[in-house]
């Protein structure tokens, strides 16, 4: 029990040298509450207890959830990430392993006509109206052209918005939906992709 202690002291002073670091670099003031400036800044917490629960409450207290792929044994639950889209109700960014050149250089919105869809654009709309360039892409699931209308329509509504999005709609051709977007990502050199989650069961999704 002493050197479970003894290593969670030391990932956690290892984790605020590094926030403290970042921020130093970047000139980011840490505050503990808000001041006039009206500019980013950042806060260092510190809870201890059950760390799902403490996460969760907090990720509801927030804006915008922010997570990275875990890489290696962190005391935290592997399903972390799926339990925070389930049970959160905010908006998650899953970071990359590495830094994009812009993280609103070209967006790919992923459309479905499902409210999980709508609730992500409606959480992105201040990343999407930064973007470059936005493309909307609905994988037709039918034979008829739904997924057409639906997207054509979406990128009109986004127009709006200042949002000038170019609708796509692509052909599963045999593959399964993931394979197409993560395709169509890579093709459109995506620095970000919009999507709901969880349309269908947990199992499945």
Request: with cysteine; net charge neutral; aromatic share 4%.
């Amino acid at each position: 029990l002493d050197q479970l202690d003894a290593d969670a002291q030391a990932r956690l002073m290892a984790a605020r040298a590094h926030v403290e670091q970042f921020c130093a670099r970047h000139r980011i003031p840490m505050l503990e509450r808000p001041d006039a400036s009206n500019g980013v800044s950042a806060c260092w917490s510190e809870e201890a207890g059950e760390s799902v629960p403490l996460i969760m409450r907090r990720a509801r207290h927030s804006d915008l959830v922010v997570v990275g792929r875990s890489r290696s044994r962190n005391q935290l639950p592997d399903d972390l990430l799926e339990r925070l889209l389930l049970k959160c109700g905010r908006p998650i960014m899953v970071a990359p392993a590495r830094a994009t050149q812009s993280p609103v250089g070209t967006a790919m919105v992923c459309w479905k006509e499902c409210a999980e869809a709508a609730h992500a654009i409606t959480a992105a709309m201040p990343l999407l109206r930064h973007a470059a360039q936005v493309f909307i892409v609905s994988v037709s699931e039918d034979s008829d052209n739904g997924a057409l209308a639906a997207v054509d329509s979406l990128a009109r509504h986004m127009a709006w918005h200042g949002i000038h999005a170019q609708p796509r709609c692509l052909a599963p051709n045999g593959r399964s939906v993931a394979s197409v977007l993560y395709g169509a990502a890579q093709d459109f050199r995506a620095d970000l992709v919009v999507m709901g989650a969880y349309s269908h069961s947990r199992i499945r999704e």
